[in-house]
């Protein structure tokens, strides 16, 4: 039976079908989840796409990290369930604290959209772990809020606990605190990345097929796990 | 009716580029000698009664919990006479 992967779906969530496209082409079955319901219906792991969940009116992910399901979310992810936060979705992961820091408005005031060289720096997580240590990667980027920052004991701590999973090459984007494009929590089922890797597993629509480890990791892993 | 005023600023070492651009719009305008600008959100809450210590506790939660993400902002509760 395949792994199965849950995808929440919020109101303004726009990459929720692509997260889902990619779950598949890693051969794991996507569960849609809706943000409104108490329920992870049994998912093997989850992924939060990006989008403007509620459109961000507070905060991005500020209101959406108060849904019914990320109840049951933050309690899974406690657990050890794999979650991955992808733009959006790293931002609702970090209002709800499951992820050091916060994501504040570009540095340039600019909304970016281009293909971004990462260097994965962290590969004993869920979701990373089909990634060589030191791996670069071009996956597409696009936020306007993508600034990651955190206070400078945080960041210290980051950095001593190799916690950062993703850093910027060549051009930081959005002013990101030490080109830091994803972080991770301690035990490694949680993370949260700005960059898209759902939009970069298929030649044809993608600049790479860089992004589809993301996916396929987490199948190793829930394999590991069984 | 009272009303509760929360006001949520992000934190002064965090660089807020609304402001920066604004001190560049207002010298263009001809409002010189601005050298800083930080913007800010200003949160009006109604509540019912009088506001004693007990409303301002319970708004100052609600502002930790959810208008002001305490990671990157500060805020400020106070009750609005009048």
């Keep these: 039976m395949p792994a199965r992967v849950g995808v929440v779906t919020f109101p303004g969530s726009l990459d929720d079908a692509d997260a889902r496209r990619a779950v598949r082409l890693a051969d794991a079955e996507p569960v849609r989840l809706w943000h409104a319901d108490d329920d992870l219906r049994g998912v093997d792991a989850v992924v939060l796409p990006g989008g403007f969940s509620y459109g961000d009116y507070l905060r991005c992910g500020a209101i959406a990290r108060y849904a019914p399901v990320m109840t049951r979310l933050i309690d899974g992810a406690s657990r050890g369930l794999p979650v991955l936060g992808i733009c959006n979705g790293f931002q609702v992961l970090c209002e709800a604290h499951l992820l050091p820091g916060a994501l504040v408005r570009n540095d340039h005031q600019h909304f970016v959209c281009r293909d971004q060289r990462l260097r994965i720096e962290s590969t004993d997580t869920a979701w990373t772990s089909a990634y060589e240590p030191g791996q670069e990667i071009v996956v597409p980027l696009k936020n306007g809020e993508g600034g990651f920052v955190a206070d400078a004991a945080t960041l210290d701590r980051l950095e001593g606990e190799r916690l950062v999973v993703a850093r910027y090459l060549e051009v930081n984007p959005n002013g990101s605190a030490r080109d830091i494009a994803g972080v991770r929590n301690e035990a490694g089922n949680v993370v949260g990345l700005m960059p898209h890797p759902e939009h970069a597993v298929e030649e044809l629509t993608g600049p790479s097929t860089d992004g589809l480890p993301f996916f396929t990791s987490v199948l190793r892993s829930l394999v590991g796990a069984a | ?82």
């Design chain 2, 1 to 82: 009716m009272s009303r509760v005023v929360v006001d949520v600023m992000l934190k002064p070492e965090l660089l807020d580029p609304q402001g920066q651009a604004l001190v560049k719009a207002l010298d263009r305008l001809g409002y010189t000698g601005v050298t800083s600008v930080r913007q800010g959100k200003r949160f009006e809450l109604e509540v019912e009664g009088a506001v004693d210590d007990a409303v301002l506790a319970r708004v100052r939660d609600a502002a930790d919990t959810l208008l002001a993400n305490p990671v990157i902002e500060d805020f400020t509760v106070r009750a609005e006479v009048g």
